[in-house]
């Protein structure tokens, strides 16, 4: 922890409203903030520890899980979740075709933060006034040269303003607000500039 505490000088300074929750109470703390809890999606669940926790603090809706399980084996012995298996650059944006609204993002993909920013891009219009957890954010190694960096980049392209709710040891917790007026449509053209950018390609 020790180690870490210059990382929440710096969320001291710049985000003074934030406040610290350790990571094995942040899924109490999402219990609280989020009242209606239909959908968790969690993007890298390895061996399912955390849905397992999750699970435990009593989160009452669905809970779908992304992975490639190649690193780690498919957990088989957690009920009532759904598992979708394969690279997410595959799976996600076919999956949310049918949802209306994701509560909570959970965001746990490695480093693989170019496959984050995709899928942050695909369902953007269902994470309005909603939750995005960050893993690896502002305290995890090299921060600002890797996916702080690119993170705080799409924040800021955003169309959304946002607020920084809470931060973890690594992780931070982002609650997306109402669109940034009138600077909508400069931010959607950010946005597709962000796309261009990460996928190489006009289209
Ligand atoms: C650190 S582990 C997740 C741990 C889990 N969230 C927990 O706290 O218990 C990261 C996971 O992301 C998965 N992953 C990384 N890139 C991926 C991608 N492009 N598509 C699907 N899964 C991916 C890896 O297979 C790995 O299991």
Sequence with gaps: MKKNSYNFDYYKKNFPEAYFVSKNQMP???????NEKNLFIELGVGTGKNINNFIKAGWKGNIVGFDLWKRYKKPENIK???????????????????????????????????????????????????????????????????????????LANTQYSFDLVFYTEFGAAFKLNGLKKPEYLFYTLIDKLTEKELNGTDN
């Design 28 to 34: 109490n703390e999402f219990n609280k903030l989020i």
């Design 80 to 154: 009532g979740v759904t598992f979708i298996e394969g690279d997410v650059r595959n799976t996600f944006s076919y999956y949310i075709k049918n949802i209306n609204k994701i509560d909570l993002l959970y965001i746990d993909l490695d480093s693989d933060v170019e496959s984050s920013i995709y899928c942050l891009n695909c369902c953007k219009n269902l994470i309005k006034n909603s939750y995005v957890y960050i893993d690896e954010f502002y305290g995890f190694h090299n921060w600002s040269k890797n996916e702080a960096f690119y993170f705080s980049k799409w």
